[in-house]
């Protein structure tokens, strides 16, 4: 028997809008004028409706800009910003956006900082939109509406304007994983490719310290995949270069071989909302870190590290060095092997706090403040005041002058009242973590298929806080945009759930199509024809029949008619 090569659809594929690009022989260069109008009219005409939904959100981020110049504080920024003036490793936090802050120092101005996070924002938004259209297929609408989140939420625009590492960390892993599923395989990719996305991968682990277990991640997915294990191991081992490099650096100035000094101290907070010493087996050296305080009424979390109740305050300063930090550690697995349920419980009731509709003033009124595009700048803090020639703050120092956000009306008015209103719930984005789960689960045999990598992205960048310190909102935000790509991937053409999607619609094509009351109306036509055939049928025989013929012949012509 032989089989019919399937047709290839006259639809426009997806694949092909990509196809623009000028430089094709006997087409003007991307150099001329000429090429770049051809350039703008083919992108025009291939994603119109990405171009006008992205249209606005770019001048969102404008308004953000000049309503608040240069940028915003965030707490935590100071110390970024106190690190690159210094330049040393901050023993409670990776150091690798303040790296970044001192590339760009020179340049002696905020502005450049933001509009580069802005414009990394955006760039994440188009890596979405082109994965989804180029590689998976999927229609216009569905691409665009998978970047709405990233480009639209006022939250999202208001951390891209703070001093903080979480946009940067957020475009490197989105390039990552732009790169390793932009072709299909195997043999896709290439070793050339998984070498950099390894260098990728190691970069955003010095950027934020969530890095390095979605090192993990990566790899189990290209194994999954059956990526060759040459190109796994090279994306390991070349992500690993700049992590130890990193860490001879941090052992040099800090004398220990690590990244930082706390995480012990992190996971430390996280286990004293429950760690009951009666049901552990303390050494002599960490019963100090017990408190005698009942669970339910403890501080949250944090409260265990930046407080003066904390039982680490009992350590010569810093707590942020070896000792403290190994023993904060030491007592925290303690706590979690002796109470896995209550560890269990504390780490669930944070990821859940993701998902709540309305968000909450969390951990504290000064720091959800900062969250929120305000009426004044946030005052440089005592602790960022120094002695720096004619600056008297680290945080002038690097600007060579007035540190403080300026407010600017009527510009401020309005992104600060678009920030109100317009941003994802968390319930929203749980729907969106289940519709990427419901397309995965519809593709098991697939293992999910390759909406399996950004949907575990997603989901491991609200756990693992909530594993190892606490949750926080700006965590979710960098989660948001990897959901929504799985989501568009789960449910594009070719793929189980995309399946699905176009039978459903084809079903509900039909009903629309059929008028109200047409099944009743049809019966009743259907039973009449019956009648009327069968009373023609009994008006024939009886015409046929002979003369005088008896009465009980009639009868059953009559019967054998109806």
């Not at 990394?120 to 665009?144: G, K």
């Not at 009242?417 to 397309?439: E, K, M």
């Not at 991937?489 to 459903?504: E, K, N």
Request: one cysteine or more; aromatic letters at 12%; proline letters at 7%.
């Amino acid at each position: 028997m032989r089989v019919m090569p399937v047709a290839p659809s006259r639809e426009p594929s997806a694949r092909g809008a990509w196809s623009f690009w000028p430089n094709r022989p006997g087409r003007p260069g991307w150099t001329t004028r000429a090429g770049l109008r051809e350039l703008a009219a083919r992108a025009w005409s291939g994603h119109r409706l990405f171009i006008i939904v992205l249209t606005p959100a770019v001048l969102l981020r404008v308004d953000a800009e000049l309503g608040y110049r240069w940028h915003a504080w965030f707490n935590d920024s100071f110390q970024y910003v106190q690190n690159t003036v210094h330049f040393n490793l901050d023993p409670t936090r990776v150091s690798g956006y303040s790296i970044w802050l001192k590339i760009l120092q020179p340049l002696h101005t905020y502005a450049v900082v933001t509009i580069l996070q802005h414009l990394m924002a955006v760039a994440v938004a188009v890596m979405i939109y082109a994965l989804a259209r180029h590689r998976f297929r999927a229609p216009a609408w569905l691409a665009t509406l998978a970047t709405v989140p990233v480009l639209y939420d006022g939250f999202e625009i208001q951390l891209e304007h703070l001093i903080m590492a979480d946009v940067p960390f957020l475009f490197l892993l989105t390039l990552a994983v732009t790169l390793l599923l932009w072709d299909p395989g195997p043999p896709a990719p290439s070793l050339r490719r998984c070498l950099f996305i390894g260098a990728l991968l190691g970069v955003a682990e010095i950027v934020r310290s969530v890095g390095l277990p979605l090192l993990a991640v990566f790899a189990v997915y290209m194994i999954i995949k059956r990526i060759s294990w040459r190109k796994v191991a090279a994306t390991i081992v070349v992500c690993l270069i700049p992590v130890f490099g990193y860490a001879g650096l941090f052992y040099a100035e800090h004398g220990q071989f690590a990244m930082t000094d706390s995480t012990g101290v992190f996971l430390y907070s996280r286990v004293m909302t429950f760690a009951d010493c009666t049901k552990m087996k303390v050494p002599a050296n960490e019963l100090s870190l017990c408190t005698t305080v009942p669970p339910d009424k403890r501080p949250i979390a944090q409260a265990y590290i930046w407080t003066t109740e904390s039982p680490l305050d009992r350590f010569p300063p810093s707590k942020f060095s070896p000792v403290p930090n190994q023993l904060a550690e030491s007592f925290a697995i303690r706590a979690i092997e002796a109470q896995p349920l209550d560890y269990a419980k504390a780490v669930f009731k944070d990821t859940w706090r993701v998902f709540g509709w309305q968000r909450v003033i969390f951990p504290n009124a000064p720091t959800y403040d900062e969250y929120i595009f305000g009426y004044r700048s946030l005052p440089i803090p005592k602790w960022d005041q120094a002695d720096l020639g004619p600056y008297g703050s680290y945080a002038s120092a690097y600007v060579h002058g007035n540190p403080l956000t300026q407010v600017v009306a009527p510009f401020a008015n309005v992104i600060r009242g678009y920030q109100r209103y317009v941003w994802l719930p968390g319930t929203g984005y749980g729907l969106i973590l289940l519709a990427g789960l419901g397309g995965m689960v519809l593709a098991w045999r697939r293992l999910g298929g390759e909406a399996l990598l950004p949907w575990t992205i997603s989901l491991a960048l609200v756990v693992i806080p909530a594993a190892t310190a606490e949750f926080d909102y700006r965590y979710v935000l960098v989660a948001v945009p990897f959901a929504c790509l799985a989501a568009a991937m789960a449910f594009s053409p070719g793929t189980a759930g995309g399946d699905l999607a176009r039978r459903l619609r084809a079903g509900l094509g039909k009903r629309r199509q059929r008028p109200a009351g047409a099944g009743h109306a049809g019966a009743e036509r259907a039973g009449a024809d019956r009648v009327r055939a069968a009373a023609d049928v009994t008006a024939g025989d009886k015409a046929a029949a002979p003369a005088g013929g008896s009465g009980h012949d009639q009868r059953d012509l009559a019967s054998d008619g109806t």
